[in-house]
């Protein structure tokens, strides 16, 4: 199975933004959408954003305004603009396929991790 590959993660200060990258081979062709999710240390993992094949975004209401998720069909690539951050967004963020069968028996990405520091 493909493995979803996450990248951009980083320290930061508080206010500072970040772009976080989801790459996943079969994702355009196979009409997936995308789940971002975050886990800090010691706490549930919990849904952060998705998008779906027809570009219709959700967001977590602690992230609406800051967070802007998109994605390029052509790279297989999901996006999340991080904006205005905050010590509470610190955590390892994942992405996670869902939709149609395949897409829903794709495995999670192994993560990348955000520090935001005051």
């Known amino acids: 199975q493909v493995q979803p590959v996450e990248s951009g993660g980083g320290s930061v200060q508080t206010g500072g933004s970040l772009r976080l990258s989801c790459t996943a081979p079969g994702f355009t062709s196979n009409n997936c959408g995308m789940h971002w999710y975050r886990q800090a240390a010691g706490k549930q993992r919990e849904w952060v954003s998705s998008?779906?094949?027809?570009?219709?975004?959700n967001y977590e209401d602690a992230v609406k305004g800051r967070f802007t998720i998109s994605q390029d069909k052509a790279k297989d690539t999901v996006y999340l603009q991080m904006n205005s951050l905050k010590p509470e967004d610190t955590a390892m963020y994942s992405c996670?396929?869902?939709?149609?069968?395949?897409?829903?028996?794709?495995?999670w990405g192994q993560g990348t991790q955000v520090t935001v520091s005051t």
């Open positions: 998008i779906d094949t027809v570009d219709t975004k």
């Open positions: 996670k396929m869902f939709g149609v069968d395949w897409c829903s028996h794709t495995p």
